[in-house]
């Protein structure tokens, strides 16, 4: 699906419109028509082909003949135009995390900043706070975003990477003289951002394979191409790499380009204390150089003495000691799931209403959905009142009635206010089937007073599960100060379930943090977090976090059965 891609473009013109000055009521068609666009069920290629756009609230003609012309071509000429009347670091000047397009333009006819260094030289001495609007704060926070920036740069969130490695490997299967071919890299291990796609295949026929491979309808240009390696730019930016090799060396070659490059030195240093030596190419003995094993990974693993280990382990976090003394965990697997406990209906700021999630769930193979709306202060998010509770837990009873093999269970996302209380009074959360509680404002509190406010928030009573835990947006928001490690004592003591969020820019707990609260006996629930139905697809990335964490099926709540959670919740 494109609809990202198409989403991503209508919210850069719309930032350029700003940036130039251009009416409100224009830049807020864009964004309404990106977001639209970003929540849609449909595949926006499907609509392009059927020529239904016009069917989409807020796409008019105008906007239909734009998206049109970036689905079939992968570019806009209006957006290049656009790019052309304002000046090129002012695009860079946007991608910093809380720096919008007005105060983008603000800083450059104030200050005639263009450029993300300049823009730092000024913050790091006090040179912004001239400017209306602009103090010690602002640019305190600005100088926090570009290093975000920086950090990130280049890489692309999981479920980018995920989607375009995946319709790539489909296209590449058609390939008949392929005869294996998988995606390897960091994808392969589902790390939460990715800097390019490698995909590795063997064939007799390796440049019949490479012509197959640039003529790939997304393709944008052609970086390189040679008889056994080509590497591509996708529409979106993102690079692929390819190889191809001898199925003799397939398994070497995809243990290789796997990686971690830490998880692969130290194999071969202990290869090599074992009198081989390990490539790309195969298991060779160190002294002939005799050809021993290669096809497989699992052979080359046994051959050194390890048991299997799955990709997503393979960070040279303990992982090679486990296999040698056949002690890793059996990780929870993808298709181990029976529900989602983190949904958004618009009873608050979901799109999608009770029924028509419940319908999603069930075609999923759900035994469980959970309705988590939030609670009364998120104003913003359409918060509950007490008063609306009732009303929602009503719906929720006659839908339940529907649906006699999906259980929808009553939850909410309660905030945990500055002083540590919840939102909701007892009496009120008494009657949800669970409660989630999480923060959602008052980000920058010191270390040890947030810590205090969210340990007062697992204490009571109430709560079931603790969300999001860390409140990062990769790429975007830096986790808050918190002392993780007073957390995960807490939760243990308190018998809260932590959340690996599973929304591709949260994936908090992130894998390191998981595997830490999993060594002090913490129990876990997965959810995607969802604002649409479309979003229920994001639970896969929940999962590969899960799985880099070391977790295995009891270790997560999602696996249980409808009885066995009523029992643990006590819903």
């Known amino acids: ?178 005869t294996k071919i998988e995606i390897a890299g960091s994808l392969r291990r589902m790390k939460e951002t990715i800097g390019d796609l490698d995909i590795l295949a063997s064939s007799t026929d390796p440049e019949a394979v490479m012509d197959f491979f640039i003529q790939y309808p997304e393709v944008a240009e052609v970086l390189a191409k040679g008889s056994t390696k080509s590497s591509v730019l996708l529409n979106d930016n993102l690079q692929v790499d390819f190889r191809v090799v001898e199925e003799k060396s397939y398994g070497a070659a995809l243990q290789y380009f796997t990686g971690s490059k ?16 390990l490539n790309e190419y195969g298991l060779f003995d160190k002294t002939t150089e005799k050809y021993i094993v290669g096809k497989t990974e699992e052979e080359i693993y046994k051959k050194l003495g390890f048991a299997y280990i799955e990709p997503e382990l393979r960070e040279n976090r303990g992982e090679l000691e486990a296999a040698k003394k056949k002690t890793l965990p059996n990780l929870v697997g993808y298709e181990q799931i029976n529900g989602d406990f983190h949904v958004h209906s618009t009873w608050s700021d979901g799109s999608d209403a009770i029924e028509t999630i419940a319908s999603a769930a069930q075609h999923r193979g759900y035994e469980f959905i959970g309705i988590t709306d939030h609670s009364q202060s998120l104003k913003i998010a359409n ?30 996302e309660c905030d945990i206010k500055t002083d540590g209380t919840l939102d909701y009074s007892d009496k009120i959360l008494e009657q949800f089937d669970f409660v989630y509680i999480g923060i959602h404002t008052g980000f920058k509190m010191d270390k040890e007073t947030m810590t205090k406010r969210i340990i007062r928030g697992m204490e009571n009573g109430q709560a079931n599960f603790m969300a999001h835990p860390t409140g990062r947006l990769i790429g975007k928001r830096d986790p808050y100060e918190v002392d993780i490690e007073q957390i995960i004592d807490i939760a243990k003591q308190t018998d809260t379930r932590l959340e690996i969020n599973s929304f591709p820019d949260r994936l908090d707990l992130d894998d390191a943090h998981a595997k830490l609260a999993k060594e002090h006996g913490v129990r876990f629930v997965l959810g995607t977090d969802s604002h649409s139905i479309n979003h229920l697809e994001f639970m896969r990335f929940g999962i590969a976090t899960a799985r880099r964490g070391w977790l295995t099926k009891k270790d997560i709540l999602n696996t249980s059965s409808v009885k066995d959670i009523e029992k643990i919740v006590g819903g």
Do not use: W
Not at 56 to 67: N, R, T
Not at 269 to 276: D, E, H, I, T, V
Not at 383 to 411: A, C, H, Y
């Open 1 to 178: 699906m494109k609809n990202q891609l198409v989403a991503d473009t209508l919210y850069m013109i719309a930032d350029l419109l700003d940036l130039k000055g251009d009416a409100f009521f224009k830049t807020r068609a864009y964004r309404i028509a990106a977001q639209t666009i970003e929540a849609l069920d449909e595949d926006i290629e499907r609509l392009v082909n059927q020529g239904t756009l016009e069917s989409i609230p807020g796409i008019g003609e105008a906007l239909a003949k734009k998206i049109t012309e970036l689905v079939k071509t992968g570019k806009l000429d209006y957006l290049e135009r656009l790019k052309k009347e304002v000046p090129t670091g002012l695009i860079d000047l946007l991608g910093i995390p809380g720096l919008g397009p007005k105060k983008v333009a603000a800083l450059y006819k104030k200050f005639g900043i263009t450029s993300i260094q300049a823009l730092r030289e000024a913050a790091s001495t006090g040179g912004l706070r001239t400017l209306e609007g602009f103090g010690e704060i602002t640019e305190r926070n600005i100088l926090r975003g570009i290093q975000l920036l920086e950090k990130t740069s280049g890489r692309v969130l999981l479920n980018v990477a995920y989607e375009d490695g995946t319709r790539y490997l489909n296209y590449m299967k058609r390939c008949k003289k392929i």
């Open 262 to 277: 830490d998880h692969n030195v130290t194999l071969r240093g202990l290869a090599a204390r074992k009198g081989f030596k």
């Open 383 to 412: 918060g509950m009142t007490e008063e609306r509770v009732q009303k929602k837990l009503d719906e929720i009873n006659k839908v339940n009635k529907k649906f006699p093999d999906l259980r929808i269970f009553s939850g909410t």
